[in-house]
């Protein structure tokens, strides 16, 4: 999979951020003393969980070292470390965290509703795990893509890959519920107003596209592929 580019996901760092904002209202801590941001990216909303509770330890956790290497550098009072989320699960102590978050993480973790116990289970007693994913999987932005890549010449080199994918909110509440927690589960649709000339295609490209443009850039094939999949949501996301 290509890198993750923490200037391109930034580009839309207002409306990316939106969720883990409402999230954050949400959570009722007065004050915790160890705060954990899985899947912090770039750090920019780890930021708010600082600033909101000053004297906890913040710690801010990313399986992609750019994107850590771009908190580090541009946010002060956190700890950030390059960590894999199922890693962390299995070695974290049992109710050491008092607020857990992920914002838009979990979708990359295949399987993760199986893994969401060993996750949860690292929040202390009275404690607060806050997280959301995308429910836009059926969406043009990811369908279209989808359908591109199943077609020739792409179908042989992307058919393969993992794409990002969540599950109804009941899904969630029922393991969370088993695992004892009070849970509040809600949806939340943005409409988000993109401009420039291909928005949405650069909207994808920084988050879901990722892992299709590397294949498709390591067989030379993702130029064609992408003035395609351009032309296909322009039709269906008109300016």
Not at 44 to 62: K, Q
Not at 158 to 185: K, N, Q, W
């Amino acid at each position: 999979m290509t890198a993750w580019d923490p200037e391109r996901y930034l580009a839309y760092s207002d409306e990316r951020g939106r969720p883990f904002v409402d999230l954050l209202r949400r959570v009722d801590a007065d004050q915790p003393k160890n705060v954990v941001d899985l899947g912090c990216g770039p750090g920019n909303l780890t930021a708010l969980a600082a600033t909101r509770w000053p004297d906890a330890r913040v710690i801010g956790l990313d399986s992609s070292a750019p994107m850590i290497d771009k908190a580090r550098a541009s946010i002060d009072g956190v700890h950030f470390a390059v960590a894999d989320l199922r890693d962390w699960a299995e070695s974290a102590a049992p109710g050491s965290v008092d607020v857990l978050l992920s914002n838009a993480t979990l979708q990359w973790v295949p399987g993760h509703l199986d893994l969401l116990p060993a996750v949860a289970g690292a929040v202390s007693e009275g404690g607060w795990f806050a997280f959301q994913v995308p429910g836009n999987f059926e969406e043009p932005s990811h369908t279209l893509r989808a359908e591109l890549a199943a077609e020739e010449p792409y179908a042989a080199h992307t058919e393969h890959l993992d794409a990002p994918s969540s599950h109804d909110p009941a899904d969630y509440y029922d393991v969370l519920v088993r695992e004892g927690f009070e849970v509040d589960a809600w949806e939340t649709t943005y409409l988000h107003v993109l401009t420039g000339e291909d928005p949405v295609f650069d909207w994808i490209s920084g988050t879901s596209l990722r892992p299709t443009a590397a294949a498709l850039e390591k067989a030379g094939l993702f130029e064609p592929f992408a003035e395609e999949l351009k032309k296909r949501l322009a039709r269906v996301y008109p300016v």
